[in-house]
């Protein structure tokens, strides 16, 4: 390595000075709905479908930014349930479109005039033919921050874990959560919920056989 290489090494700012690492949290219901209702007044249609999809489908940012029109629309209504293949695994995995997500999506993609086959949610960059995974990062640091939230702690990765958190909290099923996720094996479920070792064993003892 050259000098030059070493003095631009030594000066290069690591991408998480200053910054909060390890995995990020879900959402608190109550936010979620603070979230929703300020994009809803600002009139901000395109954020608002992206940010209730992303709660509803619990894909990667890989994946999000990906769909097509005609993944969540058809004909000329919105679909009830979804199907997309996860990029990172290969995976085939299915989400239900809840009520309120069906209209703003119906919302963004009849104002923008999205055809069937184009991507859902666009870049503003020519460049580009759809969002970029660093976009929908700031998106959510901008959304997160604005309902008075440490944007520090939450990131792409609180959209996927929101509304699996929640399940568990309500059911305890890590099955059917490992299914939703696209997950091939259970460990993975559990260390992606952060659940702790007492939790397991709690919902363990729930089970007889």
Known sequence: MSSDQISCVSVRRPWNKGQIVGQKRPIKPKDVWSIRIRLDLKGRRRDLALFNLAIDSKLRACDLVRL?????????????????????????????????????????????????????FPSRHHARPHLSTRQYARLVHKSVKAAGLDSNVYGTHSMCRTKAAQIYRKTGNLGAIQLLLGHSKLESTVRYLGIEVDDALSISEQVEI
């Open 68 to 120: 097509k029109v005609h993944d969540v629309y058809m004909g000329d209504h919105t679909r009830e349930r979804a199907t997309v293949i996860q990029k990172k695994t290969n995976r085939i995995v299915q989400f239900k479109i809840t009520s309120q997500t069906q209209v703003a999506l119906a919302s963004w993609i009849n104002s923008s005039g999205r055809g069937l086959e184009g991507y859902l």
